[in-house]
């Protein structure tokens, strides 16, 4: 079953354009300028990148004067208005040490993060100066630059009044050779604003069909294939766990079938699972009312999936790509499954549903037994599946747990690349003893012992994959609310798209191997 397309009025701000939402007062005809500043040789000292320098003699050295004595640090920024003939506001970017790089011990590309950082704040100063166009520089990285201006300046308006709600704003390339680099980066951004948007829209907005819709909005006309499954399909396919947690809402389930062909069409795929609970209330095992409507965000794998698979085809890499995503809501209605229910999964094991809060693992295995069908070569899961991610490393990474070694070190490769960083989980029969131990059935959805129940997830999941390489990436902690002050150019109390970027790295590092892969 395909969907029409007049299921959902609304759409995606555009993403073919460079536009976002940004005060009311902002003018296109409104033109900012982000350049940046090294630390000097002495305390205090800046130094201007070799853009900002030559632009600044035009200027007669005004910038340079303007920043002496500023105390301008890494990670900062400072506007300036009225210097420039052509710029209504120039923001100054704090860069810190010049070639710094890679830092093995925190395993981050510190050059790259620290332009998203500096010029992704200098960008959204100038948003709220009022600026409606602003030129970015490509510092030493042209693609870091680009991600900085079009993740900082985002926000989610859609619900407010048309006379209230931002206009729009551009963001362009400002004197800069490398325009792969600097359209590289804008598409991964782009993706990320994608899954940000579905994350922050209502739950009441955002059900299963308007899911579907978007995706199809989003991802058909850049040739990608969906196929939508309804009810029927589903129990043609015996996906009975899938079901068992869809039946306490009125919403429908559905499945999406994403595919995209850059390469032979014998070629295995990559598949990647997105979790799509659009709204997780925690079913019977009600959630606390505190905090709960963050749980609109439990789409997050899905909406990540969605932007990721938008990118890879815009960048036109070269891999067979499928994306697997089943929707619906986890509600406590008359219906909803029951704590101690057993059901079967696609592939006849069955389940104690113990805590109905731990849905996503449920709906997830028929989901794996079924990605089993396209012969992939990777199977890669994502979603929020528990608290106690965010409990044991905050928003700090996203937790991986992998069956292959070649397929972490790139994971924590990309991470290290685009600033959202990753960090390995084991994987170990110690915790798959603690699900599958049990007389009377084969899997339980919560586990023996008193912790570890992020492990106890993976291991339930490890048990309804083929036999290849397999990924389960855990994004509780990262991929819900942006709460931390770590990445200021994600917009702080909004929702995140993490880690919408690292595994579009991740998929071009593994199509398109320039350099060798890290060891270790």
């Excluded at 506001?89 to 704090?94: K, L, M, Q, R, T």
């Excluded at 980066?185 to 069909?209: C, D, H, W, Y």
Aim: hydrophobic share 40%.
């Amino acid at each position: 079953m395909i969907l029409s397309s007049r299921l959902l009025k609304k759409t995606l701000v555009s993403t073919t354009s460079r536009r976002w939402y940004v005060d009311p007062c902002c003018n296109l005809n409104k033109k900012g300028l982000v350049l940046g500043a090294y630390d000097g040789c002495d305390a205090g000292d800046l130094k201007l990148t070799k853009t900002g320098a030559a632009y600044d003699d035009k200027l007669g050295g005004k910038i340079q004067h303007l920043i002496r004595g500023s105390g301008l640090k890494k990670g900062e920024a400072r506007v300036f208005t009225n210097i420039s003939p052509e710029f209504y506001a120039i923001a100054v970017a704090g860069l810190g040490k010049e070639g710094i790089g890679y830092n093995e011990m925190e395993e981050l590309d510190y050059n790259k993060e620290n332009i998203r950082v500096g010029a992704g704040l200098g960008a959204r100063y100038i948003q709220e100066e009022g600026a409606g166009t602003i030129f970015m520089e490509d510092f030493s990285s042209a693609e870091a630059s680009s991600e900085a201006g079009v993740l900082a300046t985002w926000k989610y308006e859609d619900l407010k009044t048309k006379e209230c709600q931002g206009a729009s704003i551009k963001i362009e390339q400002f004197c800069g050779e490398d325009k792969d680099g600097w359209q590289r980066g804008f598409v991964k951004a782009e993706a990320q604003n994608i899954a940000r948007k579905l994350e922050e829209t209502p739950s009441n907005i955002m059900n299963p069909t308007a899911f579907t819709q978007v995706a199809i909005d989003v991802l058909c006309p850049c040739g990608i294939q969906i196929e939508v499954r309804d009810r029927d399909w589903i129990e043609n396919k015996k996906m009975f766990a899938f079901l068992s947690i869809s039946k306490g809402s009125c919403e429908h389930p559905l499945f999406l079938e994403i595919a995209y062909c850059g390469t032979q069409v014998d070629d295995k795929p990559v598949v990647f699972i997105g979790k799509g609970i659009t709204f997780d209330s925690g079913g019977l095992c009600l959630k606390p009312c505190e905090n709960m409507s963050e749980y609109r965000a439990d789409l997050a794998g899905a909406a990540v999936v969605v932007g990721l698979i938008r990118a890879i085809a815009q960048l036109s890499l070269p891999v067979n790509v499928m994306g697997l995503i089943p929707l619906c809501e986890n509600m406590p209605g008359g219906m909803a499954i029951k704590p101690g229910d057993v059901v079967q999964a696609m592939n006849g094991r069955s389940i104690r549903v113990q805590d109905t809060d731990n849905e996503g693992r449920v709906i997830m295995a028929d989901t794996l037994c079924y990605a089993a069908a396209f012969q992939p070569c990777l199977i890669m899961d994502i979603g929020t599946f528990t608290p106690g991610i965010r409990k044991a490393v905050g928003a700090g990474c996203s937790a991986v747990f992998s069956t292959s070694d070649v397929v972490w070190r790139e994971l924590r490769r990309a991470g290290s690349d685009t600033g959202d960083r990753v960090w390995r989980f084991p994987f170990w029969k110690y915790f798959t003893r603690q699900v599958t131990d049990y007389l009377g059935v084969d899997v339980s959805n919560v586990g023996k012992g008193g912790g570890g129940g992020s492990c106890l997830a993976a291991a339930f999941l490890k048990e309804f994959i083929p036999p290849l390489d397999f990924a389960h990436i855990d994004i509780t902690g990262v991929g819900m609310t942006a709460m931390d002050d770590y990445h200021p150019y994600l917009r702080k109390g909004l929702m995140s798209g993490r880690p919408t970027r690292t595994l579009i790295q991740f998929i071009y590092q593994m199509s398109c191997p320039h350099d060798k892969p890290v060891d270790g």
